[in-house]
């Protein structure tokens, strides 16, 4: 059973750098051809794509965000972690982390998501 | 490369209703679309991938389909019920990242 949890704080500060977490079972994160994507959505807003590492450690950030946000894969905990800077109450979001398939790009498993809340 | 979609569609239970999702600055079929529906409070879920198949489990009331003439994908979706009261999101790439349409909330009535 394929399972990705995300973990982190529900209130950060403005200013103040936002560190999540993505634990994965049920696959490896080293599994070929797959990689895990990190997503937000405001409250009544639609879905963002925010950042994707796939199995090989290719790393891709989103244009509009990448000068704050750092994607990194842990292979030994089969974990991936988010991390972003200079957080704004703009960024008040539920995040999701998901699993991405190269071969077609499909979002096929996604965690419950994690609130998030930047306030000064 | 950007994907437009409808703000809001209504239709009636037991009747067809068509989502739209237009592709602006790039053509719609360089890459595959994808379309995700999220009930309220819920997370997304996959409901066409490869622009026309299913996941196992999604019925087939759901289809997708691709118009190169338009550069546009679409989603139908046939014998409305309450149920599909939800909000729709297409979802291809731009070559190198994925790419979100806006959402299109369908309201079954």
């Known amino acids: 059973q394929i399972t990705l949890k995300e973990s982190g704080p529900t209130l950060v500060k403005t200013t103040q750098s936002l560190t999540l977490t993505c634990s994965v079972s049920?696959?490896?994160?080293?599994?070929?051809?797959?990689?895990v994507a990190w997503l937000r959505q405001p409250p009544g807003k639609a879905l963002e794509w925010l950042a994707l590492v796939y199995w090989n450690d290719d790393e891709r950030l989103s244009p509009s965000l990448k000068s704050r946000l750092t994607i990194k894969k842990d292979s030994f905990k089969n974990q991936v972690v988010l991390t972003m800077t200079d957080m704004d109450p703009v960024d008040t979001a539920t995040y999701f982390c998901?699993?991405?398939?190269?071969?077609?790009?499909?979002?096929?498993?996604w965690g419950q998501g994690t609130p998030v809340t930047v306030s000064s | 490369f950007m994907l437009i979609q409808p703000h809001s569609v209504s239709e009636s239970p037991g009747k067809t209703v068509t989502i739209s999702c237009t592709g602006s600055g790039d053509s719609i079929t360089r890459n595959y679309v994808q379309w995700y529906q999220q009930r309220p409070g819920s997370v997304p879920t996959p409901l066409i991938y490869e622009d026309v198949r299913r996941p196992a489990g999604v019925p087939d009331r759901f289809s997708g389909s691709i118009d190169s003439s338009s550069n546009s994908a679409s989603l139908t979706i046939s014998g409305l019920k309450t149920e599909d009261d939800a909000d729709y999101y297409c979802?291809?790439?731009?070559?190198?990242?994925?790419?979100f349409g806006g959402g299109t909330k369908l309201t079954v009535l």
């Open positions: 998901a699993r991405t398939l190269l071969e077609n790009g499909l979002f096929d498993y």
């Open positions: 049920g696959y490896s994160v080293d599994d070929v051809v797959m990689g």
């Open positions: 979802q291809s790439y731009d070559g190198t990242n994925p790419v």
